[in-house]
C-alpha cells in the first residue's frame, strides 16, 4: 500500500514562479489537509478538503490555492512563489472519524530564492 | 480557536529511562481527541497514541503511555524504556470531534536518546 504519496521531495524555485505540488492517497481517505512546517513552529494548516469538490481554507492560506476533483488528488498550487514560502510541506489525509489520526506523506522540501 | 502548548523545546533521556513529554491545549468543547506524532529525522509523520477525551482511562501502546487530565487539560507522553530510535521531533495534536478535517499541533518537542 502506498498511503500518502507525494511529489516532489525537494523542489528550488525563483521567486515569482509558480508549481504545483502533488498528494494521492490510496486509502479511500475523506480528509485532506496540506500543512508547511517552519522551524519552531510547529504545523500549519493551508487549506484542507472534507471530500471530492469540497475545499477550505486553512490558518495561512495566502499565496496557495487548492482543488479536490477526485478522493485521491490534492495538488497545492504555489501562484506566485516567495521566499517566504520557504518551507517543508506535508500533504495528510485520515478518515471522517474524528478518532482517526492523519496518514502524511514524506513531504516536500521547497526553497524559494 | 484551539491552541496546543509544547512547553519544551528540547528534551533529552539516557537510554533505558523514562522521559515525559508534556502538552497543554486550550478548548471550549467536550468532544475531541488527542494525538501524539513522532517524526524522526526521516521527516516522515508517524501517530504514536491516541486519546479520546470521553474515556478517562489513558491509552497505552506498548513503551508509550500518556497522562490525560482532562480538567487541567494537559495531555503528556511517557516514553518508558527509551530507545535509540525514540530520538525525534514530538508533536502533540488536538483534534475535534466533528471540525471537519482539521488538527491543531504544537510546536515540538526534540527529544534526543543518550546512549
Known amino acids: 500500500n502506498a498511503g500518502v504519496t507525494q511529489t516532489p521531495k525537494f523542489q528550488v524555485l525563483k521567486t515569482g514562479q509558480s508549481m504545483t505540488l502533488q498528494c494521492a492517497q490510496d486509502?479511500?481517505?475523506?480528509?485532506m489537509s496540506w500543512y508547511r512546517q517552519d522551524p519552531g513552529m510547529g504545523l500549519r494548516l493551508i487549506h484542507y478538503?472534507?471530500?471530492?469538490?469540497?475545499?477550505d481554507q486553512g490558518e495561512v492560506p495566502n499565496g496557495y490555492n487548492v482543488s479536490r476533483s477526485t478522493t485521491e488528488d490534492f495538488p497545492l498550487r504555489l501562484l506566485s512563489a516567495a521566499p517566504s514560502q520557504t518551507s517543508v510541506y506535508f500533504c495528510?489525509?485520515?478518515?471522517?472519524?474524528?478518532?482517526?489520526?492523519?496518514?502524511f506523506g514524506s513531504g516536500t522540501r521547497l526553497t524559494v530564492v | 480557536a484551539q491552541t496546543v502548548t509544547q512547553s519544551q523545546p528540547e528534551m533529552s533521556v539516557q537510554e533505558a529511562e523514562t522521559v515525559t513529554l508534556s502538552c497543554t491545549y486550550d478548548t471550549s468543547e467536550s468532544d475531541y481527541y488527542l494525538f501524539w506524532y513522532k517524526q524522526p529525522p526521516s521527516r516522515q509523520m508517524i501517530l504514536v497514541i491516541r486519546?479520546?477525551?470521553?474515556?478517562?482511562q489513558n491509552a497505552t501502546e506498548n513503551r508509550f503511555s500518556v497522562n490525560f487530565q482532562k480538567a487541567a487539560k494537559s495531555f503528556s507522553l511517557k516514553i518508558s524504556d527509551s530507545q535509540l530510535g525514540d530520538a525525534a521531533m514530538y508533536f502533540c495534536a488536538y483534534q475535534y470531534n466533528t471540525n471537519a478535517g482539521k488538527s491543531t499541533f504544537g510546536d515540538g518537542t526534540t527529544l534526543t536518546v543518550k546512549p
Open positions: 478538503s472534507v471530500g471530492a469538490g469540497i475545499t
Open positions: 486509502m479511500n481517505h475523506e480528509y
Open positions: 486519546q479520546e477525551a470521553y474515556k478517562q
Open positions: 495528510a489525509s485520515r478518515t471522517g472519524l474524528g478518532r482517526d489520526g492523519y496518514t
